[in-house]
């Protein structure tokens, strides 16, 4: 018996997230799905997290443990054979029996992208959230560092039904590492990196970074909603057409 870690990217414009769902096109159902008919091998791998409905990836991690006779090196051939053009195996390497993608991971990396250009064009669409109103994005810059350090996120944190299965995810405390905006060309793009993430966290926080940046809030104010840790003190979420899963540190 084997405990592989699969390292995917995904587009996830039409997936209804990472959890499976009944009737309803997901990552881990397709992933699977894709397992079995490779292997012949039943499985429901585990993620790192569970990225919304929308949300892409460029290095998600799963694990599952199988027994079969295929070679772990020609596993990412055969998976991407049958797995929609969205979804891509990176790499499929055995790991320690104890290895879990969410429980053994140390950190996260994600990124959301948004095109500052009058008229995004339609093959960007769906990756970026197109925003091409004024904004004050020295002042974001300057709000982003606000939320470095150990905190209760509460107040960017989203009612998940599926949370409180352990005692890391009742707390609401993450630690962050760091947190910036820049500026290339046409896009602005938040890139944070912590040791680990609520449920639309990042989303509640580019939505709040944006009233930043329109000038209704300043970065005492976003210290104030984060010292409140109530979700109704931040701002909008962030649409998920922008947000990335990175990458994930073992």
């Known amino acids: 018996m084997r405990n592989l870690k699969i390292t995917l990217a995904y587009d996830g414009s039409d997936f209804h997230g990472w959890q499976i769902q009944p009737e309803r096109a997901t990552i881990q159902g397709a992933l699977a799905e894709a397992i079995e008919r490779v292997t012949g091998v039943k499985v429901l791998p585990q993620g790192s997290g569970r990225t919304d409905a ?23 051939r055969a998976l991407n054979h049958v797995l929609p053009l969205s979804i891509r195996v990176l790499s499929v390497e055995e790991a320690p029996p104890d290895f879990h993608p969410r429980k053994s991971a140390r950190g996260k990396t994600y990124r959301y992208r948004i095109y500052r250009g009058e ?18 994005e020295e002042a974001m810059g300057s709000a982003a560092s606000v939320v470095i350090g150990t905190h209760d996120f509460s107040s960017f944190a989203a009612v998940d039904p599926e949370a409180g299965r352990d005692d ?23 890139t944070v990196r912590g040791s680990g993430f609520l449920h639309h966290m990042v989303r509640n926080l580019v939505g709040t970074f944006l009233l930043v940046g ?7 104010g976003m210290k104030q909603i984060l010292e409140e840790r109530k979700r109704s003190a931040a701002g909008p979420t962030a649409p998920a057409s922008g947000l990335y899963l990175v990458g994930v540190e073992y």
């Open 54 to 76: 929308g949300v892409h990836a460029l290095a998600q991690v799963a694990s599952c443990q199988l027994d079969a006779g295929i070679p772990t090196e020609n596993l990412p």
């Open 119 to 136: 008229l995004c064009s339609p093959f960007l669409a769906r990756y970026v959230y197109h925003y091409p109103y004024p904004l004050d």
């Open 168 to 190: 890391e995810e009742l707390s609401k405390v993450r630690a962050i590492q760091s947190s910036e905006w820049r500026r290339d060309a046409d896009e602005l793009t938040y």
């Open 214 to 220: 329109k000038g209704t809030l300043d970065s005492a």
